[in-house]
Nanobody, 124 residues
Framework: QLQLVESGGGLVQAGGSLRLSCAVS????????MGWYRQAPGKQRELVAA???????NYADSVKGRFTISRDNAKNTVYLQMNTLKPEDTAVYYC??????????????????WGQGTQVTVSS
């Protein structure tokens, strides 16, 4: 029953801010890398930001200086703070995570999960 539950999307005017949240719900052992992707109509899905278990980060050039990714391990949650939003940021934003889960026999396995997506619309 593991899920990635996204929230925080919506409609905002250009220059405004939004904060996206992605909470992992279910039985897990640990979360490795987490990231945010986005996809606009007619375009391919692209990586927006990613953060590793050691808190190393990387960003798409188009969002550097405006977006910040962070994580709260105690809450199993990753955030994307989006400032100075532009109309070209309009897209469906997807959370992604590599999650280590315990399996029968006492071993662990890493699985990759996607959230269902949350719409971000930036008006001019």
């Amino acid at each position: 029953q593991l899920q990635l539950v996204e929230s925080g999307g919506g409609l905002v005017q250009a220059g405004g801010s939004l904060r996206l949240s992605c909470a992992v719900s279910g039985s897990i052992f640990s979360i490795n890398a987490m990231g945010w992707y986005r996809q606009a109509p007619g375009k391919q899905r692209e990586l927006v930001a990613a953060i590793t278990s050691s808190s190393s980060t990387n960003y798409a050039d188009s969002v550097k200086g405006r977006f910040t990714i962070s994580r709260d391990n105690a809450k199993n949650t990753v955030y994307l703070q989006m400032n100075t939003l532009k109309p070209e940021d309009t897209a469906v934003y997807y959370c992604n995570a590599d999650i280590r889960r315990r399996v029968e026999g006492g071993s662990y396995r890493v699985y990759n999960y996607w959230g269902q997506g949350t719409q971000v619309t930036v008006s001019s």
